[in-house]
């Protein structure tokens, strides 16, 4: 009896452990919406400038001087827009003397044999330098002394300097722009320079009939210019090469400073009254939010925020080709007021996470439209963060700064006809009750 | 723990662990009551609740555990919602009813038992569109909640006579509900909406009842539950309260003539004190369940007598759509194995449910159900 019990049991305890293995479904929903309650109410706010920022400002001269990753030597026309530009190399220490292994005093170096710049060329994204860029098949480039009496940020005392004493050029098919070139330099201007222990700072400039632009590497982009020389002291010989640099026994340096491009000849600074991304020197544009802790600081969710600022078409190297407008996040305190420093403190925020990337908007600076920056994961990071953690502010860019002479020019809050000031267009959802309390 | 039976027995309480999706007639407002009925009670009709020392309704039923023993019952359903042009077929798992009993003498019976009261799971997927001026942007939302309120009952059967049980009970109302809102887009510009939220119930309540068998083979059975105060609570906030529903009911059961039971039971649920509970408008009303069933003996199974069950169950769902009344009939069939000669025993049941048609919607379910008693 009990055996037969027990198999009873293991029978039905298998049809049970069966039932009991099914996979369970529950995602219904055939009956929305009749039943589904809508739980979810989805509401819009367009808050006007004047509600959602607290300052929007265009940073002239923003990133600093010196602090681009790439340098630009330029002489080309574009749209009836004449753009020239200079690359200034320091050097401001070189060797001077030979120091050997003995107890001898140094001997000073009292010639120069052969001296040469070497630079090292941007490859463009395309692979190679085009007619686009360079126009003519050859391109000069020509090496001036710009050594002036003049402090750091007197960058007028430079550009004056060029075109004015010429020491090197070089002349190169547009084919070969590519890897590193060595310009040679004038041996006697160097050797005086060493001997009399001035200071070595070169201008560069490109030269081509009907134009040119090319890029090259600077100290933060990782392959600075240098100087190599082959130099004499009585008869002993030294063969050296250095990089770009600030050094010098009157005070502390500016490294970045080491090399920077120089505007010789373009457009002026932006007008007043207009927020300007992009040119050169660039400029961005910084905007502190204050947007309403009802909606940012509260249950409520905001699941969209589009930025919408209306763009001035800006005229100026009027081209078709489009540059991106770049949304940078300001990694700041509430503490950091200054915009200018604050500004420093952006990182693109795909650095942060991809979740918060924002998508740039491509576009040609000469047209006139609204553009549209979606900043609702900013919005959310901002919320997680708090307001005293992270400034409510971010920073908008031109791909092209500091290369691209154009400007994205858009309306602040402060333009007279309120339609074109900035919006933000805020979709938000109040928190659920989920149909119960 | 939904799919394993052997860890479903460990667990402390009848946790109802899901439910239809919300889109249905029968999971209205605070869910749906599985009723409070051991497998065999449910295979009659439910007519056997009042008697049945399985079903945690009327704690003089008790009595008939007898011996100290435990009892678990896993029921899975299979529910069928068919709409204009759409249908959905979803399988939920509950295990609503778990019972210990012990014996103290020949006049006392102490039960302890956990079973589902109302269950609140389900899970409702939708597509849709949000409009944003002249924009529009397709979404898609899924809206989950999972939870109960448990009905955690500590029982003692008293015998004043061999024939006359009274019992008592006290009864702690808990559970929670875990609630999830997704909702992503395929615009990009949307962020992904999550809102995720707890809530717990917290109540009590008392029951008291009688069995007497007034002649070898009749059982009657009544008893009531007075409810006392149930809060909801997120976190440690009390969001609001309201009263458990009382309740009240009869039955009788008939086993005179041999191979031969037969049973049924009326009761009444006084749903609508828990209408605070929800927001306001939240439809809710007080319903009848009434039913009845037979039980024969059947052909021999591995050498032991099947006892086979039907029976028919009319009742009303609680909480409403809108204003109208969901009303549920079920026509029911089970069978029992005794096993070691009767001191435990395996039920099985089987429920076809009708909730009817409203607005075009249509609910249908299959509510299987598997009870294990050991006595040992």
Not at chain 2, 147 to 169: C, E, K, Q, Y
Not at chain 2, 288 to 308: A, C, I, N, Q, R
Request: hydrophobic letters at 40%; glycine letters at 10%.
């Amino acid at each position: 009896m009990l055996t037969r019990s027990w198999r009873a049991l293991a029978a039905v305890a298998g049809v049970a452990l069966v039932l009991a293995g099914c996979q369970e479904n529950l995602a219904g929903g055939a009956a929305c919406p009749a039943l589904c309650p809508d739980t979810l109410t989805v509401r819009d706010t367009v808050l006007l400038a004047s509600e959602a920022l607290e300052s929007d400002v265009t940073l002239l001269g923003s990133p600093a001087i010196g602090t681009e990753a790439q340098l630009l030597a330029a002489d080309y026309e574009q749209g009836g827009d004449r753009l020239r530009t200079g690359i200034v190399f320091r050097f401001d220490s070189v060797q001077r003397a030979i120091v050997d292994t003995t107890d001898d005093p140094p001997r000073p170096l009292t010639s120069v044999d052969t001296a040469s710049l070497r630079i090292n060329i941007v490859t463009p994204s395309s692979g190679a330098y085009d007619s686009t860029l360079v126009r003519d098949s050859v391109v000069t480039f020509v090496v001036y002394d710009v050594n002036a009496d003049a402090g750091d940020f007197d960058t007028a005392a430079v550009r004056v300097r060029f075109g004015v004493s010429e020491v090197g050029s070089l002349t190169v098919k547009r084919d070969s722009l590519t890897g590193t070139l060595s310009i040679p330099l004038d041996t006697a201007y160097l050797g005086a320079h060493i001997r009399d222990g001035e200071r070595v700072r070169l201008g560069l400039q490109v030269r081509s009939d009907n134009g040119a632009q090319v890029r090259i590497y600077s100290v933060e982009g990782g392959s600075p210019a240098s100087l190599q020389y082959t130099a004499r002291a009585d008869t002993a010989r030294l063969s050296t090469a250095l990089s770009v640099n600030t050094r010098s026994g009157a005070g502390p340096a500016i490294r970045s400073l080491a090399d920077y491009t120089l505007l010789l000849e373009g457009a002026g600074p932006p007008p007043a009254g207009i927020l300007a991304a992009g040119g050169i020197p660039s400029s961005r544009i910084f905007m502190r939010f204050d947007i309403p802790s009802e909606l940012i600081d509260s249950t409520t969710t905001i699941v969209r925020a589009n930025l919408e600022v209306h763009q001035q078409g800006n005229d100026l190297y009027s081209s078709e080709d489009t540059v991106a407008l770049v949304t940078r996040l300001v990694r700041a305190t509430k503490a950091i007021t200054d915009p200018a420093q604050a500004s420093v403190l952006s990182v693109d925020p795909i650095s942060i996470s991809t979740s918060f990337a924002v998508p740039a908007v491509r576009v040609s600076p000469s047209e006139t439209r609204v553009d549209t920056i979606p900043l609702a994961h900013i919005l959310l990071l901002w919320k997680t963060e708090g307001p005293e953690t992270m400034q409510r502010s971010i920073v908008l860019q031109s791909s092209g700064q500091g290369l691209d002479p154009r400007r994205f020019y858009l309306y602040s809050s402060a333009a007279t006809d309120e339609e074109l000031r900035p919006k933000l267009r805020i979709t938000y959802i109040p928190r659920s009750g989920f149909g119960l309390p | 723990m939904r799919h394993s039976l052997a860890i479903a027995l460990l667990l402390p309480a009848a946790i109802s662990v899901r439910a239809a999706a919300q889109g249905t007639l029968s999971t209205q407002g605070f869910g749906y009551p599985p009723g409070q009925l051991s497998t065999r009670a449910t295979s009659l009709g439910g007519g056997l609740g009042e008697t049945d020392p399985l079903s945690p309704i009327n704690p003089a039923a008790i009595s008939d555990w007898v011996r100290s023993g435990l009892y678990v019952q896993y029921s899975p359903e299979y529910r069928s919602v068919e709409s204009t042009g759409a249908s959905d077929h979803t399988m939920t798992v509950r295990f609503p009813v778990m019972m210990g009993a012990v014996t103290a003498g020949n006049r006392v019976v102490i039960g302890l038992s956990t079973s589902t009261l109302v269950d609140r799971t389900w899970e409702t997927s939708r597509a849709g569109y949000t409009y944003s001026g002249s924009d529009s942007a397709r979404f898609e939302e899924d809206f989950t909640s999972s939870g109960a309120i448990n009905d955690i009952r500590l029982g003692v059967a008293f015998a004043i006579t061999p024939s006359l049980w009274i019992g008592a009970g006290g009864h702690i109302f808990s559970g929670d509900d875990r609630l999830k809102i997704q909702r992503i887009s395929e615009d990009t510009t949307y962020t992904p909406f999550l809102q995720q939220s707890r809530l717990s119930y917290s109540g009590t309540g008392v029951s008291g009842g009688v069995t007497w068998r007034p002649t070898p083979g009749l059982t009657l059975g009544a008893s009531g539950r007075v409810g006392g105060r149930i809060e909801t609570f997120r976190n440690d906030t009390s969001l609001t309260h309201a009263t458990v529903p009382s309740r009240w009911g009869v039955g009788a059961s008939f086993a005179g003539v041999s191979g031969l039971l037969v049973a049924a039971r009326a009761d009444w649920v006084g749903w609508s004190s828990m209408g605070d509970l929800g927001r306001p408008g939240l439809g809710v009303t007080d319903a009848w369940d009434m039913g009845g069933g037979v039980e024969v003996s059947g052909p021999l199974f591995f050498g032991l007598t099947l006892p086979l069950r039907a029976g028919y169950r009319h009742r009303t769902l609680p909480f409403t759509v809108g204003t109208a009344k969901i009303v549920e009939n079920s026509f029911t069939f089970g069978a029992g194995i005794p096993i070691s000669g009767g001191r435990s025993r395996i039920d099985l049941g089987a429920e076809r449910a009708n909730r009817g048609s409203l607005n075009g919607i249509s609910e249908k379910a299959w509510i299987l159900s598997a009870g294990f008693m050991v006595r040992p």
